[in-house]
C-alpha cells in the first residue's frame, strides 16, 4: 500500500507514544500475573503483538502498484475493484477529475476537457456524486485504495466563453474571471502578475512565468492567496471525507512549491472508516522534468513524491536500442541515470498525455500500441525496486499522423451519440471490450503486479547480462526474471537466488492448483535453472516468484 513520507513520520510518532502507552499497560497488569509465568508471558505476547499491529500500515499484504482507470466510469472503476483489482493485488486507483468540467463540443468531447474545471461540484461525465461515493466505498471495502486527479491549477480556457456549460449546469464567465459555483472572481487570477504581453507562458525557462502565467490559455488562479487555498482545500477535503486515499496534482510545476504546501496542510487526515486514526492523504505531483527545466522535480519533494517523468522516455529508448543503448545498461538502473531518488518517485512507462505524443518523451515512450515492447517495459518496471508504480490503462482511438503528429490525439473516451461514456464490458478471455484496451487485464502485466507484490522488501541480486539485450536478475530470494531483447535466442543456466523447485513462468502462463498453464522452470538445489527464450517469443521474458511455486 502506497504510504506519503508524512503519513510515516507521523505514524513513528505515534508508535513511539503508543510504546509507552503499552508500558504503562504492561505495569499495571504485572501484579495481577505475578503468581503465574505463563499467564504474564503470554499477555506479554498479546499486548506487545496488539501495539505493533497498530501501526503496520497493512500487517497481512503488501500492495504495491496503482492502476490509471483513464475516464472510466465510477460504476465502472467499483465493479473493478471488486471482480479484478482486489483479487490480483492492486493497491488502488487513480481517476479522472471528478469535478464539474467545460462541455466541448468542438472537437466532440475531447479527453481534455475533464481538465477545464468550472467548480468543485462532483459532477462529471464519470457520474454525479452519489455514483462517486458509492465507488470510493466499495472499493476501499475491499481494500483498494482511489487517488483523485485534482485540478488545482487553473480553471477554463479563458477563451471559452460564457453560459451554463458545465457538465453540471453551473454558469460561469471565462473572460470575466466568473466562477460562481465555486465561488471565484477576477481577484483569483494571476492576471495581475504575469508579466506576458499575452498573459500566456511565452519563455518556459522563466520559472516566474511557469508559474505566474496561463498554461495554454487556462486561467491560472492565484494560490498565494489564502482565499484560494481555503477554496481548494475545502474540494479536496471533501473528498477525502468521503474516503478517498490521496491524490494526483496535475500541472503542479505551474504553481509555487510553498503554495501546494499550504495547501496540503489544510487537508483533513483520512476518513477513519476506512484508515487508521492519523493517517495523511498519499500526494503525488505532476512535474514534468526531463533534465533542462527551469522548474525542477526537487523543488517539491518536501509535498509528496513527484512523477518521474525521464522514467518512461529513457526505458523506452533502451528497449528500442535508439542511441547505441542496450539493456545490459540497467545495471545501474535508478538514480545513477539521473533519475530522482526512489523514495520519491512516481515511475510509469506512459500516462495519458505522452502516449498521444505530448507531454515529455516523444517518440521513445512505448504504448499499447507496441505491445511487444511495452510488455516488457511494464515487466521490467514491475520487477525492478526503484519508484512507486503507476499502471496505464487506456482506451483505443483512430490514429491519424501527419507531419509525425497524430491529429486525432485529441479523440475522447468511447462514448455513445449522447456524449456519455460507454460501460467497459468484459470478454470471455478477461479482456475488454467497446473500444477499452485495459492494459492491466493483460496477464502479463496483471501477473508483473503480483510479482512485485512477492518481492516487494527485496534488492536486486544475481544480475546477469550478455553485454548486450539479454539481462536478468532476481529480487534476493523471492523472485527472477530473465529478458531477452536481443536478435538471437537466449539459451543460458543461470543462477537465480531462489530455493529448488519448480516454478511457473508467470509471462507464458501462471500457477493454477498445482500446475503451470505455460512454461515450467526448474530450480536445482544450487539455485540454478535453465532458462530458453526465442527471439522470436511474442512475450520474450520469464518470471517467476516464490508464490508461483509448485
Given amino acids: 500500500m502506497l504510504l506519503h513520507d508524512q503519513a510515516r513520520e507521523h505514524a513513528l510518532g505515534r508508535l513511539g507514544s503508543s510504546f509507552h502507552e503499552c508500558k504503562r499497560l504492561l505495569r499495571w497488569m504485572s501484579p495481577l500475573a505475578k503468581g503465574n509465568l505463563r499467564c504474564l508471558l503470554l499477555l506479554l505476547l498479546t499486548v506487545l503483538g496488539l501495539c505493533w499491529t497498530r501501526y503496520k500500515l497493512n500487517p497481512t499484504v503488501k500492495k504495491t502498484s496503482i492502476v490509471h482507470l483513464f475516464e472510466w466510469r465510477w460504476n465502472d472503476v467499483a465493479l473493478e475493484c471488486e471482480r479484478y483489482l482486489a483479487p490480483n493485488g492492486f493497491a488502488g486507483v487513480q481517476v479522472s477529475p471528478p469535478n464539474e468540467n467545460l462541455v466541448i463540443?468542438?472537437?466532440?468531447?475531447?479527453?481534455?476537457?475533464?481538465?477545464?474545471?468550472?467548480?468543485?461540484?462532483?459532477?462529471?461525465?464519470?457520474?454525479?456524486?452519489?455514483?462517486?461515493?458509492?465507488?470510493?466505498?466499495?472499493?476501499?471495502n475491499v481494500g483498494v485504495r482511489i487517488y483523485v486527479d485534482a485540478v488545482i491549477n487553473h480553471m477554463c480556457s479563458s477563451g471559452a466563453g460564457s453560459g451554463y456549460r458545465g457538465t453540471c449546469g453551473s454558469y460561469f464567465?471565462?473572460?470575466?474571471?466568473?466562477?460562481?459555483?465555486?465561488?471565484?472572481?477576477?481577484?483569483?487570477?494571476?492576471?495581475?502578475?504575469?508579466?506576458?504581453?499575452?498573459?500566456?507562458?511565452?519563455?518556459?525557462?522563466?520559472?516566474?512565468?511557469?508559474?505566474?502565467?496561463?498554461?495554454?490559455?487556462?486561467?491560472?488562479?492565484?494560490?498565494?492567496?489564502?482565499?484560494?487555498?481555503s477554496k481548494i482545500a475545502d474540494y479536496m477535503n471533501h473528498l477525502i471525507d468521503t474516503g478517498v486515499a490521496g491524490f494526483r496534482i496535475d500541472a503542479t510545476k505551474h504553481i509555487w512549491p510553498e503554495d501546494i504546501n499550504a495547501i496540503i496542510s489544510k487537508l483533513n487526515n483520512l476518513n477513519t472508516q476506512w484508515f487508521s486514526r492519523g493517517s495523511r492523504p498519499f500526494i503525488y505531483q505532476e512535474v514534468i522534468d526531463m533534465g533542462g527545466e527551469a522548474v525542477r522535480n526537487k523543488e517539491y519533494f518536501r509535498n509528496g513524491r513527484v512523477t518521474e517523468f525521464r522514467y518512461g522516455a529513457q526505458l523506452g529508448t533502451v528497449l528500442r536500442k535508439w542511441n547505441g543503448e542496450k539493456m545490459a545498461n540497467?545495471?545501474?538502473?535508478?538514480?545513477?541515470?539521473?533519475?530522482?531518488?526512489s523514495d520519491k518517485a512516481i515511475v510509469f512507462v506512459d500516462n495519458h498525455d505522452n502516449?498521444?505524443?505530448?507531454?515529455?518523451?516523444?517518440?521513445?515512450?512505448?504504448?499499447?500500441?507496441?505491445?511487444?515492447?511495452?510488455?516488457?517495459?511494464?515487466?521490467?518496471?514491475?520487477?525492478?525496486?526503484?519508484?512507486?508504480?503507476?499502471?496505464?490503462?487506456?482506451?483505443?482511438?483512430p490514429k491519424h499522423i501527419q507531419n509525425g503528429t497524430d491529429i486525432n490525439n485529441w479523440v475522447g473516451p468511447p462514448s455513445y451519440s449522447d456524449g456519455s461514456i460507454k460501460h467497459v464490458s468484459i470478454n470471455p478471455n478477461g479482456t475488454c471490450g467497446n473500444g477499452w484496451v485495459c492494459e492491466h487485464r493483460w496477464h502479463q502485466i496483471r501477473n508483473m503486479v503480483i510479482f512485485r507484490n512477492a518481492v516487494h522488501d527485496k534488492p536486486i541480486a544475481w544480475w546477469w547480462d550478455n553485454s548486450n539485450n539479454q539481462v536478468a536478475f532476481g529480487r534476493d530470494g523471492k523472485g527472477f526474471i530473465v529478458f531477452n531483447n536481443d536478435d538471437r535466442n537466449l539459451s543460458e543456466m543461470l543462477s537465480t537466488g531462489l530455493p529448488a523447485g519448480i516454478y511457473c513462468d508467470v509471462i507464458t502462463g501462471q500457477k493454477e492448483g498445482n500446475q503451470c498453464t505455460g512454461i515450467q522452470i526448474h530450480v536445482a538445489a544450487n539455485g540454478i535453472a535453465n532458462f530458453h527464450i526465442s527471439s522470436q517469443a511474442k512475450e520474450p521474458f520469464i518470471a517467476i516468484h516464490v508464490e508461483a511455486k509448485l
Fill in 105 to 140: 463540443m468542438s472537437p466532440w468531447r475531447p479527453w481534455w476537457e475533464r481538465y477545464q474545471p468550472i467548480s468543485y461540484k462532483i459532477c462529471s461525465r464519470s457520474g454525479n456524486e452519489n455514483e462517486f461515493r458509492d465507488m470510493v466505498t466499495r472499493c476501499n
Fill in 355 to 397: 502516449q498521444r505524443g505530448h507531454g515529455a518523451g516523444g517518440a521513445s515512450i512505448l504504448t499499447f500500441w507496441n505491445p511487444r515492447l511495452y510488455k516488457m517495459a511494464v515487466g521490467f518496471m514491475l520487477a525492478h525496486p526503484y519508484g512507486s508504480t503507476r499502471i496505464m490503462s487506456s482506451y483505443k482511438w
Fill in 330 to 341: 540497467l545495471k545501474n538502473w535508478g538514480e545513477n541515470w539521473n533519475l530522482m531518488p
Fill in 173 to 229: 464567465s471565462a473572460g470575466d474571471r466568473d466562477f460562481p459555483a465555486v465561488p471565484y472572481s477576477n481577484f483569483d487570477f494571476n492576471d495581475r502578475i504575469c508579466e506576458t504581453a499575452s498573459g500566456d507562458i511565452e519563455n518556459y525557462s522563466d520559472p516566474v512565468q511557469v508559474r505566474n502565467c496561463r498554461l495554454l490559455g487556462l486561467v491560472d488562479l492565484t494560490q498565494r492567496k489564502d482565499g484560494v487555498r
